[in-house]
């Protein structure tokens, strides 16, 4: 999939328009940013498992603000895996309850594929639980495929669904 079909994905009818996407750039943001996650994800992560992510690929990261208040937020990385392929990898995305259905998920992954794309990746892949139809079908409808199912992959016993976007 390249940039432009994923760009056309995404909704046109303005209802996103007040809302900024900003790159991470200090840890002042890590407190909103794991606040809205706790609130959002299944898995428990700990500060250090943040800042891994944010201090090593802060460029990878990024924040929906409304007014000054984030209201949703992705956490990513970007890097060789064992077959050599340049593999992005998106760790967290969490949009706050009231603003979903709005195209911010969207948004958030539109800027970090084009961050991704800008570093050389070759794919990008997730995990989703098997029971957030919600999350399977925003990745889909922005080309990612379903690449393989794996066992009990969250702490509470939950499948997941890996998820791959092939960019190369």
Known sequence: MDLH??????????????????????????????HLIETDLSEPYTV????YFLYAWPHLSFLAMVDGECIGAIVSKC???KNGR????LAMLAVKT???KR???????QRTVEAMVADGADEIVLET???NTGAQSLYENLGFIRDKRLARYYLNGNDAYRLKLLLK
């Not at 809302?19 to 840890?27: G, K």
């Not at 250090?48 to 800042?51: K, L, N, P, S, V």
């Not at 340049?86 to 990898?89: H, I, S």
């Open 79 to 81: 890097e060789r895996n």
């Open 5 to 34: 079909t994923l760009s056309e994905s995404l909704p046109r009818d303005g209802t996103a328009s007040d809302i900024q996407i900003v790159p991470y750039s200090s840890e002042e943001q890590l407190k909103s940013i794991a």
């Open 103 to 109: 195209g911010i998920g969207s948004m958030l992954i």
């Open 48 to 51: 250090y498992t943040y800042r």
């Open 98 to 100: 009231r603003f979903r």
């Open 86 to 89: 340049n593999r992005g990898y």
């Open 129 to 131: 639980e098997i029971t």
